[in-house]
């Protein structure tokens, strides 16, 4: 196992993979050592219907954790191998169900011996290992159900990515950047607008100087997104998020995110009550925005193009 003591727990697919591969090649021999003709992969399918006699292929999958797909090739090798056949349900004469064939039902019944001598040797592992295999493996399986490794090395790598972004204020030197991203962004999904272009010529004179503010996010010290508080007229409203934008070689790590927080922070810390939004929900980075920060839909607003705020007490 030096391979695995190199590598870590990284390729735990890999050994599983192996360890399946090796139980899986003796079930073959076993069976074959009863003279039980079938293929390790049918035993579920097998015991399903031992268990309980008819049963869709939707019920089987659900019963043993495979999919639809996987069960119904399954029952075809089977039916091949005169195991299986499907028939006509008794009881909705417009499905078919899956039953045992009198050749499947005398394998079950040769299989009774199996599955006891099995058990035992799978026992005798078991007490000569320190660790619950079998608890543990449920375990891991309730835990990727809850949410799957892809997810979690998702959330690490974006944890990880996220040490590399630092949130600055806005320089003069950062003007070009700040139109880039915006224009890019917007350009995707509308068209540029008299009052966009004015704040992304003169961003100092349009947004700073009327009493907001402007985050830039640098990843490895490279500016990579952009984000404004802007002040607001209106009573209801304190400032607006606005000019968000991240370049699309560095989306998915949690860079705007990082920006929203920056700037709803600097709005709190100026006595602020809420921030305003102006969201498309048809955009998927702004639906991610809204569900993070908790914003509530705006009054008197139409999809997709509407408002909605983030208050704070």
């Not at 659900?62 to 089977?78: A, D, F, R, Y």
């Not at 400032?239 to 995110?257: M, N, T």
């Amino acid at each position: 196992m030096g391979f695995f003591d190199k590598t870590g727990k990284m390729a735990i697919g890999s050994r599983l993979r192996m360890l399946t591969d090796r139980i899986t090649a003796d079930a073959a021999g076993i069976y074959r050592l009863y003279g039980v003709d079938i293929k390790p992969k049918w035993f579920p399918v097998l015991y399903a219907l031992a268990e309980g006699g008819t049963k869709t292929i939707t019920g089987i999958a659900g019963e043993i954790g495979q999919t639809h797909p996987s069960v119904s090739n399954l029952v075809k090798e089977m039916t091949t191998y005169k195991l299986v056949s499907e028939v006509t349900d008794e009881k909705d004469r417009r499905r078919t169900v899956v039953a045992l064939s009198p050749q499947g039902r005398k394998v079950c019944d040769e299989l009774a011996e199996v599955c006891t001598d099995v058990a035992a040797a799978v026992e005798e592992i078991a007490d000569a290992t320190r660790h619950d295999l079998w608890k543990a493996i449920g375990e891991w399986e309730e835990q990727l159900l809850q949410k799957s490794l892809l997810e979690r090395v998702k959330e690490v790598r974006r944890e990880r990515e996220c040490r590399d972004v630092r949130i600055v204020p806005y320089e003069p030197c950062h003007r070009e950047v700040f139109r880039a991203l915006n224009e890019q962004w917007i350009t995707q999904h509308w068209q540029l607008e008299e009052h966009d272009i004015e704040c992304l010529d003169q961003p100092q004179e349009n947004i700073i100087d009327k009493g907001g503010h402007i985050f830039v996010a640098l990843y490895k010290e490279k500016p990579v997104g952009v984000c404004a508080l802007c002040k607001m007229d209106d009573p209801r409203y304190d400032y607006e998020l606005a000019k968000l934008a991240v370049s699309p070689d560095v989306r998915g790590k949690g860079i705007g995110l990082l920006l929203c927080k920056a700037a709803i922070e600097k709005a709190r810390s100026l006595g602020a009550g809420s921030v305003f939004l102006e969201s498309n929900t048809l955009l998927e980075p702004a639906s991610a925005l809204i569900r993070n920060w908790d914003f509530e839909n705006c009054p008197n607003t139409d999809l997709p193009m509407h408002g909605v705020i983030f208050r704070w007490n």
